[in-house]
């Protein structure tokens, strides 16, 4: 690994960049391995903060490497095995460096702990990850108290500066980070007084429960359990009404799901969930960006409305496991590089997908280039409500893709595109549900 703090001239040096890759955490890393695997001659990876990782750095808990490594790690032993492997291959990790600007063709301004600087490379892969909504974007009311934290936040604290925000706050959220939040206040010795979800159902999801002593049930029923085991009483339907306090927080008012208000005593909240891509970079510069995902506008190869940008992991859509971000920063590798070898098929036409129903809340990739090849296999789509019903797939007048499912807040749903596309004969597919 590169210490950029020590080598100043390391990435200004006469050898070309071959890709260079925004983000050290999961996809961006699994991405720079799988590009050096495939031949590809220089290869960086441009992360701001001191250490590369990503956010597993901060979770001081199992389960992460069930798919890449097939054993269970904690997320800072998960975080160093994916750093140790990018550096066994060669991959440059530039800590400390943060790119400002990212401009047309793959021009890149940087600034480290020595100033600011250009540089170029042959292509770019944004994997800038996801970020949780902050209390303003929530439009929650109140004082600007401390105690307020995202699960991120309270990870760091726990973890890494190894601080005890507050002893009883009240959990935001019923996303799995909101599952694993429990688990880092047991870990410090902090006792959540309650737990609600908006939701009249848990909006995690995974086929089987992952915690100690759950292994055998079906994930929802663990998940309902585990916050009763934890001593921690869960609200479904529930919604945070306001945060009371002067300095510090000293309760919240909460409306449970038959509409009665409540006050809650705690010292602090804990805003959990609720992803949003961190695609500021990507936002103030040139590229295409989906007002539905929040990220940069793909096809199925990842490659962005400037072809010489990729993307990959959650900035393609908020709120994947770090297993999920892995496998698609290795697909986005092994793509870039079939790329930089002129490999990747040319299109004879290209579909984009319109979203022509309110319950759908995004499709990706938004454009999928016929014929199908390598690439993305499935059409991404997550939903705002819990419904049942068909989702149908039409262009023109003609309906291309039929399918009955029940879907939910958050819950991934996929479509293989062979079977949306195979119909199609001209035009591009709208996507509607119909309920039933």
């Not at 793959?106 to 909504?133: H, K, Q």
């Not at 008012?253 to 208000?261: C, D, F, T, V, W």
């Not at 990729?310 to 986005?332: D, H, K, S, V």
């Amino acid at each position: 690994m590169v210490d950029r703090a020590v080598e100043k001239s390391s990435l200004g040096s006469d050898i070309p960049i071959d890709v260079a890759i925004i983000g050290g955490g999961p996809s961006g890393l699994s991405a720079a391995i799988e590009l050096k695997r495939c031949g590809v001659s220089r290869v960086v990876v441009l992360e701001r903060e001191s250490e590369a990782g990503g956010i597993p750095r901060h979770c001081g808990h199992p389960p992460f490497g069930m798919r890449e490594f097939k054993r269970i790690l904690t997320g800072p032993n998960y975080a160093k095995k994916l750093v140790a492997l990018a550096s066994a291959v060669e991959v440059e990790i530039h800590t400390m460096t943060t790119v400002v600007e990212a401009r047309p063709d793959g021009e890149l301004l940087i600034t480290t702990n020595f100033g600011a600087e250009v540089i170029n490379a042959g292509r770019v892969i944004y994997a800038t990850g996801v970020r949780e909504m902050p209390r303003s974007a929530r439009l929650i009311s109140g004082k600007r108290n401390s105690g307020i934290v995202n699960s991120g936040a309270l990870q760091s604290m726990v973890y890494l500066k190894h601080r005890m925000p507050f002893k009883r706050p009240i959990i935001i959220g019923t996303e799995l980070v909101s599952f694993s939040t429990i688990m880092t206040c047991h870990h410090a010795g902090i006792k959540p007084v309650t737990m609600i979800g908006e939701h009249d159902e848990i909006t995690a999801r995974w086929p089987y429960s992952v915690f100690p002593g759950l292994i055998d049930i079906p994930f929802r029923t663990g998940l309902r359990i585990f916050p009763r085991i934890m001593g921690i009483p869960l609200h479904l339907g529930a919604r945070l009404i306001a945060i009371d306090g002067d300095d510090n927080v000293s309760s919240v008012q909460i409306e449970l799901a038959n509409g009665i208000r409540q006050t809650v005593e705690c010292d602090g909240v804990i805003l959990t969930g609720k992803f949003t891509p961190e695609a500021t970079l990507a936002l103030s510069g040139h590229l295409d960006i989906d007002p539905a995902t929040g990220g940069p506008v793909v096809d199925q190869y990842g490659r962005c409305s400037d072809p010489v940008y990729c993307a990959t992991g959650n900035l393609l859509r908020p709120g994947e496991t770090a297993g999920w971000c892995w496998n698609e920063g290795r697909q986005a590798g092994r793509l870039v590089a079939d790329d930089l070898k002129n490999k990747l098929p040319e299109f004879d036409r290209r579909i984009q997908i319109y979203l022509s129903d309110t319950l759908i809340k995004y499709a990706m990739p938004k454009f999928v280039g016929l014929p199908l090849s390598a690439g993305m296999e499935d059409l991404q789509l997550r939903f705002k409500n819990s419904a049942k019903g068909y989702i149908i797939g039409t262009s023109g007048e003609e309906t291309v893709y039929r399918r009955k499912v029940s879907v939910h807040p958050e819950h991934r749903v996929i479509i293989a595109l062979d079977k949306l596309t195979n119909k199609c004969s001209e035009g591009n597919i709208q996507l509607t549900f119909e309920e039933r």
